[in-house]
């Protein structure tokens, strides 16, 4: 066990290697220039003045000259420092200590998206066992319905038709950022209250989709599953029903779900663009979106890296989970 986590470990270095270099290329392929942020909305600015910019930022250099000279940062876990106007290091943005720990943008973005997490595997593995085992009755059929309309509505569309519903037109939910302005002025009880209005809109478009895959997933691993040998056996044994599906069936049936998984880590940054810019969320996904309207590469480039990283790490982690559910696997 130890040998092939050692193995893995290492086998990760390369594949984050080509990762940075892919994204780094794709990143100065877009049209436009950090600079031009700067200079297009100053008629003063002068060429020379341009170019002295495109030198202080290393823009003037070779593509690979400005890879490598990322890369020898990046090896000392430094990102470099943010093309912005505040000139801030990358690190220091993802991770504002001058905010409370809670009120931190990877902290934001990570509490939201486990939230999310929770809430469909809470929901979807039960419904998806539940289809399977009652298959092409009514609750299947309704929820075969509700799962294709969950692929078919765009996630940043249901976002706006839930904040006309509840804040516009009911005044049921707050439609942005984490906390009201008279937050300070809260009770205990109506400060946590306050928190948990501010997370519902977001937390429940995050996981629509995901319960819409996940469910339908685990009604045809379950399906697979009910139909093999040994679950005809323990049923033939007098094993009660529950028994059957829920200690024999359910294992099995878990399995492929384990490598969504370990898939969806890499959500926890890339998939809160949409809804943290919609719900004004002070998170990554936010940073994310203006890092790339800015054309801040080091920023960018942090983000994509940090990202990379939890793609793997998730990779590793459903591999561990496999081996940890299936006894076949940790004998091979």
Do not use: C
Not at 44 to 52: D, F, Q, V
Not at 206 to 212: D, E, H, L, M, Y
Not at 303 to 311: E, F, H, V
């Amino acid at each position: 066990m130890l040998n092939y986590l050692i193995k893995r470990l290492l086998e990760m270095i390369p594949t984050l290697f080509g990762i940075t270099l892919v994204s780094f290329f794709i990143i100065h392929l877009a049209p436009g220039k950090p600079t031009d942020i700067l200079t297009e909305l100053n008629p003063k600015i002068t060429p020379e003045a341009r170019k002295k910019l495109e030198e202080y930022y290393g823009l003037d250099k070779p593509i690979i000259v400005q890879y490598g000279m990322w890369l020898k940062r990046v090896v000392r876990l430094d990102f470099g420092e943010s093309f912005s106007t505040d000139h801030r290091p990358v690190m220091e943005k993802i991770w504002d200590r001058s905010q409370p720990i809670f009120e931190r943008r990877l902290f934001i973005t990570f509490f939201i998206n486990a939230l999310s997490m929770l809430l469909i595997f809470l929901i979807a593995i039960p419904v998806g066992i539940s289809s399977a085992v009652r298959q092409y009755s009514l609750f299947d059929k309704v929820t075969t319905v509700v799962v294709f309309i969950g692929f078919a509505i765009p996630s940043f569309w249901l976002a706006l038709l839930l904040m006309m519903l509840f804040g516009i037109h009911l005044h049921w939910l707050p439609i942005s950022g984490l906390k009201s302005m008279n937050y300070e002025s809260l009770s205990l009880i109506g400060k946590i209250w306050d928190r948990t209005a501010h997370l519902l809109l977001p937390v429940f478009v995050s996981a629509f989709g995901g319960i819409a895959g996940l469910s339908r997933y685990m009604r045809s691993n379950m399906l697979e599953v009910i139909r093999q040998d040994y679950i005809v056996t323990a049923r033939a044994k007098g094993l009660p029903e529950s028994k059957v599906i829920y200690k024999h069936a359910l294992r099995n049936a878990l399995l492929p779900i384990i490598t969504l998984l370990g898939l969806s880590v890499p959500g926890l940054i890339g998939g809160s663009v949409i809804f943290e810019n919609i719900f004004g969320i002070p998170g990554m996904g936010q940073l994310f979106f203006m890092g790339v309207m800015t054309r801040d590469y080091p920023l960018v480039m942090g983000i994509l890296t940090i990202g990379a990283l939890l793609t793997l790490l998730g990779n590793l982690l459903a591999d561990i989970g496999y081996m940890l559910a299936d006894p076949r696997i940790r004998a091979k």
